[in-house]
């Protein structure tokens, strides 16, 4: 499985993006997703992560109520719409995968995820 994610940038704090991630390669069902993030000088952690069905979904403290993570199994595609974005959300930002033969469990240990895609950037400043 190849990931690939897109549509970080700047924006003002207080506004809203949308990372999409794509997967290709072999099947992607069964694959549970999650998104980690890089900030300067700070450890990589997992901010929302998903299990494949989508019954099942974990947010880190700083992305609850803020950044939904959804799916798209059709187009192959993992979502984080991120809203009410903070200067401290800057950052790199990660989509990763797992296969998962439930289909319903997420993964909070970074160590778990075995696809990870090219990172992109987030700057919120105003």
């Known amino acids: 499985v190849q990931l690939q994610a897109f549509g970080g940038g700047l924006v003002q704090p207080g506004g809203s993006l949308r990372l999409s991630c794509a997967a290709s390669g072999r099947a992607f069902s069964n694959h549970a997703v999650g998104w980690s993030r890089q900030a300067p000088g700070k450890e990589r952690e997992i901010v929302a992560a998903r299990s494949w069905t989508g019954c099942s979904t974990y947010f880190a403290n700083s992305a609850k109520g803020r950044f939904p993570i959804s799916g798209d199994g059709t187009k192959r595609t993992v979502y984080l719409q991120m809203n009410s974005l903070k200067p401290e959300d800057t950052a790199v930002y990660y989509c990763?995968?797992?296969?998962?033969?439930?289909?319903?469990?997420?993964?909070?240990?970074?160590?778990?995820?075995?696809?990870w895609g090219q990172g992109t950037h987030v700057t919120v400043s105003s």
């Open positions: 990763v995968a797992r296969w998962d033969q439930i289909g319903r469990r997420f993964y909070v240990d970074q160590s778990e995820y075995n696809y």
